[in-house]
């Protein structure tokens, strides 16, 4: 499918900026190349149960020119850090890579790439074909000298990361029937290209909505609103994005998609001055979107369906409830109230009726994002915020993270194994990702102050 842009330099009064469209999926094409020793995909291939260590030597050429080199180069780089950030494989490091030759699968010195420990050793070659990369992947064990996963990818230059993210989870899925994330995004909130609402009394940072690649690169700019746009969240096939925004003088929920022209954006909860609308969740079935709304008010929890019919009201009470965000298989919803006092986090059925406190912060806590097994929040601290997370079954609080800077926003990765947060720890407001556990913590953005981060659904 052919990415088109989004058609929004007529909203505002805003002159359409330059960005890079997003590149749809699907622009990468695999096949199976060849026969694959099956019965070595599932095991891990190590001593003692460690990790298996695979080395990923330089791909292979034909038809040597600078951008081609250049396209090799990236495709390395980018899916050795794709299988290192999963830890499933023992990587060994591109410098002892190097020491080894490339070679065709079919010459493999399998002594030498004992010799420097390697379990598994992923062959790659590249070749120009009718405009487009073609490359041909390879995993051969080396103790069996047999090869365990082999396929043919097709993408565009253009598309050269997105190949690598695609190879990277596709031999996680083979090998350990893992889903990956390397093809997944982030959606959040920036102020970095420094422009400002005039006509008010403070000139306040237009803030609007990207989304990039789920290591931080190939950042686009989604929204030209010229206005504060806030708390993205992803449609289930994650080709849309439901937001909130102050476009139209007064805060409203926004559904805008991804790949396709749009001229006229969704307003499901048809907001007005006095009914705000604010904070969307999308359903994981992709027919409804929660939010918080001061129709009624004070701020309760809707739902409504995509197309804006079927609203109902999900919450009765006098204090307010926001934020809120639905269980993986849909049937409850987490939300934020502070009808107990403070702020905590409560669940109860995606159809409404009785809420559950699960939290018990001495301070506040908010922003639930919901896993399979737990819910992440924000606890307010001492000094600042951090990031906690409950167990769904036993209710066991376990903190995170614990500074520098102050931690919030968290959002989960798909597959459950990784938790984005927004940081102060490097000066500005920033995007980091670290393990489920709190470990292993990385930036990912490094211009602006962001917000809002919102893992994608795949």
Known sequence: MRVC???????????????????????????????????????????????????????????????????????????????????????????????????????????????????????????????????????????????????????????????????????????????????????????????????????RSIKEVYIADYDGFRPSRVTVRGSLNLAPSWSPDSRAIVYQSHQSGFVDIYVQKLYEVQVQLGRPARGTDRAQNFLPAWSPDGTRIAYASSRDGNWEIYVVKIDGTDMRRLTSHPSDDSAPAWSPNGTQIAFTSDRGGSNQIYIMSADGGPATKITS??????????????????????????????????????????GPGSNESPTVSPNGRHIAFVTTRWGKEHIAVMDADGKNVRQITFTGNNRYPRWSNR
């Open 5 to 203: 842009f989004l058609l929004a330099s007529a909203l505002c009064g805003t002159a359409l900026a330059a960005w890079a469209p997003p590149l749809d999926p699907t622009e990468v094409i695999s096949s199976t190349l060849g026969e694959q020793q099956t019965e070595i995909r599932t095991s891990i291939g190590g001593i003692s149960g460690r990790l298996p260590r695979l080395a990923i030597p330089a791909f292979i050429m034909t038809g040597v020119d600078a951008e081609l080199l250049e396209a090799a180069k990236t495709l390395g780089d980018v899916l050795w850090k794709d299988l290192e950030f999963e830890r499933e494989f023992q990587m060994i490091s591109q410098a002892g890579a190097a020491q080894v030759p490339s070679t065709p699968a079919e010459s493999l010195p399998y002594e030498s790439w004992n010799q420097i420990g390697a379990d598994d050793v992923l062959v790659g070659s590249a070749v120009r074909a009718d405009g487009n990369l073609q490359l041909d992947v390879r995993v051969i064990n080396v103790e069996r000298k047999v090869p365990t996963f082999g396929k043919r990818y097709t993408c565009s230059l253009r598309g050269v990361r997105l190949c690598a993210h695609t190879i990277a989870d596709e031999l996680h899925k083979e090998r350990f029937g893992l889903d990956g994330v390397a093809r997944t995004k982030f959606a959040f909130v920036s102020d970095r290209d420094g422009e400002r609402m005039g006509g008010m009394i403070e000139q």
């Open 361 to 402: 912060e001495p301070r506040k806590a908010d922003r639930p994002t919901w896993a399979l097994d737990f819910i992440a929040y924000s606890a307010e601290v001492p000094g600042g915020v951090e990031i906690k997370k409950v167990s769904i079954g036993t209710r066991d609080v376990v903190q995170l993270t614990d």
